[in-house]
């Protein structure tokens, strides 16, 4: 590691740069949800009705979306390192914007499909361009609030797209989300560069290197780590609470359950979790702290979801999702450790890849899902609520070990490079 003389910070947390940070995330998250709410809805208009079609070719779709985050999140991160977290963030924008707006004109599954993997793109670049940005130009002391005022705001953008479908369908649903991140664009004034960012881009350090991640054993398995810790999120949001009409009626509960509602409340539930997470942090002195906790309270909500509810009324579901939600409320948490863990020459790269690819990670769990929904247990498949429960215990306990032996990064000082 190298460490450079340190250039001037912003100490203010509403400063331009966490506002719009904030506002691009809710943005993202509006439009990154959409599809689990219009899931249903937009697969029948296509002319797919079948109940296990729709399930079926839903997950198809989810699988293109977060294989195209997967892609994206190794091009922006390395763009944001070689060119500037400033050029990834509206980067970013604009290409999901565009996609979305064009979502809105999809006359085929093909289409569909093509269009969700290309917003996929970019949707993978604005969290991780935005958390690095904040997270080099906050204090250290300040940095943990400053990233937890970009999620709170940011996770938010689900409620809208619930509002927004439920008065406008699903096309004007998607319409509106390419505007608003167009309209976005408008914010760039008053929005600087990072000053690491800078600084380091002045020196002869290479910068963006993503295959440098893989060729040192210690900084691979670091990196591996950031990775896991966010897949607990991921399974919950891409099977629990996708899937909820299909594990609303495996429950026995006693209405009919929309995915719409149950992405409402879960990340309604997600506001909270992201402020307290971020809150616990500061007040905790450690990341590592905050995420073991809120680990251990998202595997009682998983079990509370697939075991307690049975036979219950739609109000309780949508109750369980809310606090399910605030559960898996420590997704910026997990970015920012991410960010801390590496060198200004690689922290875009490894905040923008980590987050994408544990939302890819959606890419395993689903097919693993589905293969274990049919694997012959005594004569019979298996089925959605054994299944989850596999993926459930085995993703919480691969992100507990992974935050538990990771080094602690709260205050951390971030004007090093990686050699």
Request: glycine letters at 12%.
């Amino acid at each position: 590691m190298q460490t450079a003389s340190s250039p001037p910070r912003t100490t203010g947390l509403l400063s331009a740069i966490v506002v719009v940070a904030a506002l691009g995330y809710f943005v993202d998250i509006y439009d990154l949800i959409l599809f689990s709410i219009v899931r249903v809805e937009s697969l029948n208009e296509l002319g797919i009705t079948e109940a296990t079609a729709v399930r079926d070719q839903g997950l198809y779709l989810i699988n293109m979306q977060m294989g195209g985050m997967l892609l994206g999140g190794v091009l922006w991160g390395i763009l944001g390192d070689k060119r500037g977290r400033l050029s990834v963030l509206f980067g970013s924008i604009l290409l999901y914007s565009v996609a979305n707006l064009l979502n809105g004109w999809v006359q085929t599954l093909e289409q569909y499909a093509w269009l969700r993997l290309v917003a996929g793109i970019g949707l993978a670049g604005e969290l991780g361009a935005g958390i690095t940005l904040v997270s080099e130009t906050l204090p250290k002391e300040k940095r943990g609030y400053g990233t937890m005022i970009v999620a709170t705001v940011g996770v938010s953008g689900a409620m809208l797209a619930y509002w927004v479908n439920e008065a406008l369908e699903w096309r004007n649903a998607y319409f509106v989300g390419g505007g608003l991140g167009l309209a976005l664009l408008a914010l760039r004034v008053g929005v600087y560069e990072s000053g690491l960012f800078e600084q380091t881009k002045q020196s002869a350090v290479e910068r963006g290197n993503f295959l440098a991640l893989f060729t040192n054993g210690a900084r691979l398995v670091r990196y591996a780590k950031c990775l896991l810790i966010g897949v607990p999120l991921w399974f919950v949001v891409g099977i629990l609470i996708t899937l909820a009409p299909e594990f609303g009626r495996e429950l026995g509960i006693t209405g009919p359950v929309t995915a719409g509602l149950a992405v409402f409340w879960c990340y309604f539930g997600l506001v909270f979790g992201d402020f307290a997470s971020g809150t616990l942090s500061q007040v905790l002195r450690s990341r590592n702290r905050a995420l073991q906790l809120f680990l251990g309270f998202c595997a009682l909500l998983v079990g509370v979801y697939l075991y307690g509810i049975r036979g219950a009324s739609p109000t309780v579901f949508y109750g369980v999702c809310f606090v399910l939600g605030v559960s898996v409320g420590f997704w910026a948490l997990f970015v920012t450790v991410a960010a801390e863990q590496f060198g200004t020459n690689l922290r875009a790269t490894v905040a923008t890849t980590a987050p994408n690819f544990a939302r890819g990670s959606v890419v395993l769990l689903t097919p693993l899902f589905q293969l274990l929904l049919h694997w012959p247990v005594g004569g019979q498949p298996l089925g959605q609520i054994a299944s989850a429960t596999i993926l459930g215990i085995l993703s919480l306990l691969i992100a507990f070990w992974a935050v538990s032996t990771l080094p602690e990064s709260f205050g951390k000082d971030l004007d090093y490079v990686e050699q």
